[in-house]
C-alpha cells in the first residue's frame, strides 16, 4: 500500500539551507512531488523527479532521491522568509493515474 | 493561462444537506481530479474525471459523487452532509493524455464548514 510519512515541523534561520524529508513506503512510485501550501491557499506545484532519476536541480530547489532506501529529500537553498509556508511531499503510483498520495507535510517557519 | 478555479471559495452547511462544488481546469486540460483536505486525515484523493468519464476513484463512501462536463469543468456533489465532511476541498488539472506522468496544478479550494 502507499504510506508517504515525514516530519512535522522544521525551522531554520534566514539565509540558511532547509532540508525536508519525506519517506514512502511503495517501491511502484513512478513520480514524486513537491507541492508548498501557504496559509489558506491551495498547493503549489514546486518540482518533480522521476522515480528513475537520483537528483533534481532548479534554482534554489535542489531535490534528491534515494530509491533503495525510499526517501526523498528538497533542499531549499538560502532560504527566505517567504518559504515559511507547508510543504507536502506526494507520489504517484500507477502510470496513468492521476491519484496522487500525499505525505503529512511539513511546516518550515523561517525565522527572521 | 488562468489557473484553476473553484467556487465557491467558503460554504456553511448544516448536517443532512447536500453541496455541489464547481472546478474549472486550466485550458486545454481535460482532467480533473478532486481531493480532500482535513487536519486528521491530510490529503486524499476523491475521484477523478477525464473526458467525462470517471477514470479513477478513492475509498470514500457513495455520499461523495462528481461529474465532468464537455468543456472540461466539473463538479463533486455530497450528500447528507456529516460534520467530518468538513474540509478543505481541492481540484487539480492536469492534461490527462500523458498515462499518469503530466503534472496537476491546484485551485485555491472550497472551505466547507458543516455544523
Known amino acids: 500500500g502507499e504510506d508517504v510519512e515525514q516530519s512535522l515541523f522544521l525551522s531554520v534561520r534566514e539565509g540558511d539551507s532547509s532540508v525536508i524529508n519525506c519517506t514512502y513506503t511503495?517501491?511502484?512510485?513512478?513520480?514524486l512531488y513537491w507541492y508548498k501550501q501557504e496559509p489558506g491557499a491551495g498547493l503549489q506545484l514546486l518540482t518533480y523527479?522521476?522515480?528513475?532519476?537520483d537528483m533534481k536541480q532548479d534554482q534554489r530547489l535542489t531535490v534528491l532521491l534515494n530509491k533503495k532506501d525510499k526517501h526523498l529529500s528538497l533542499r531549499i537553498a538560502d532560504t527566505q522568509t517567504g518559504d515559511s509556508a507547508i510543504y507536502f511531499c506526494a507520489e504517484t503510483l500507477q502510470t496513468g493515474a492521476n491519484n496522487l498520495f500525499f505525505g503529512t507535510g511539513t511546516r518550515l517557519t523561517v525565522i527572521p | 493561462k488562468a489557473g484553476v478555479t473553484q467556487t465557491p471559495r467558503y460554504l456553511i452547511k448544516t448536517r443532512g444537506q447536500q453541496v455541489t462544488l464547481s472546478c474549472s481546469p486550466i485550458?486545454?486540460?481535460?482532467?480533473v481530479s478532486w481531493y480532500q483536505q482535513t487536519p486528521g486525515q491530510g490529503l486524499q484523493f476523491l475521484f477523478e474525471y477525464f473526458s467525462e468519464t470517471q477514470r479513477n476513484k478513492g475509498n470514500f463512501p457513495g455520499r461523495f459523487s462528481g461529474r465532468q462536463f464537455s468543456n472540461s469543468r466539473s463538479e463533486m456533489n455530497v450528500s447528507t452532509l456529516e460534520l467530518g465532511d468538513s474540509a478543505l476541498y481541492l481540484c487539480?488539472?492536469?492534461?490527462?493524455?500523458?498515462?499518469?506522468?503530466?503534472?496537476?496544478?491546484f485551485g485555491p479550494g472550497t472551505r466547507l464548514l458543516v455544523l
Open positions: 511503495d517501491s511502484s512510485s513512478t513520480y
Open positions: 523527479i522521476f522515480s528513475n532519476m
Open positions: 487539480a488539472s492536469s492534461s490527462g493524455t500523458s498515462g499518469g506522468k503530466e503534472t496537476q496544478y
Open positions: 485550458s486545454g486540460h481535460r482532467s
